[in-house]
């Protein structure tokens, strides 16, 4: 079922893409890469702030984490919080300054390339965000989300096998914790 909704999403921003067209698509996947890196640049600010605000939720007795997280450190679980607060919030102030630019989409160009290359766009940039929400309710200590995404074959291939980034998030917020913490395994 989650193998579904995710293709239909993939599927979606492809559409969106073509719509929009190459120009108007690459002003959204800027948008995409300028968020991604200000949430690197400044997650580690919010995460202590985080805190004092969201308690660390556990798994209930018997549940386990998606197979290939095997456990998540308090640091992560913070990490990943701040880490999407700022890229949403970014990610949506670029969308609307690249909303306001939507004429380009009447601008005379080669129209089958430029839907077609704002076609690969659009699925590449949906396929990022749905990899950063997966992530992200990868890490949540909820049955019902860990279920969900481990009885994914597909949520567990964006996760595990996504170019960059899969090693870049495991990196920023699993790893730059264990750098932080005595003894940790």
């Known amino acids: 079922m989650i193998d579904l909704l995710l293709l239909a999403m993939l599927v979606f921003g492809f559409l969106i893409g073509m719509r929009r067209g ?6 959204h996947m800027t948008g995409f890469i300028v968020a991604f890196v200000i949430a690197v640049i400044y ?6 702030k985080l805190k004092l605000w969201v308690p660390f939720p556990d798994l209930p007795e018997g549940q386990q984490w998606a197979i290939f997280l095997e456990s998540v450190p308090e640091g992560a679980f913070y990490n990943a919080i701040a880490f999407f607060i700022i890229f ?20 005379p160009l080669l129209s089958t390339v430029n839907n077609l290359f704002g076609g690969v766009l659009g699925f590449i940039e949906i396929y990022f965000i749905i990899f950063i929400f997966l992530y992200l309710s990868a890490i949540l200590p909820i049955p019902f989300i860990q279920n969900a995404v481990d009885g994914s074959a597909l949520a567990k291939m964006i996760i595990e096998h996504t170019p960059l980034l899969s090693d870049q998030i495991k990196t920023l917020w699993f790893e730059h914790v264990a750098e932080r913490i005595p003894n940790f395994s």
């Open 22 to 27: 190459f120009v108007l698509q690459l002003l």
């Open 43 to 48: 997650y580690d600010d919010l995460a202590p």
């Open 88 to 107: 949403f919030v970014v990610k949506v102030i670029l969308q609307i300054i690249a909303s306001m630019l939507d004429f380009i989409t009447d601008l």
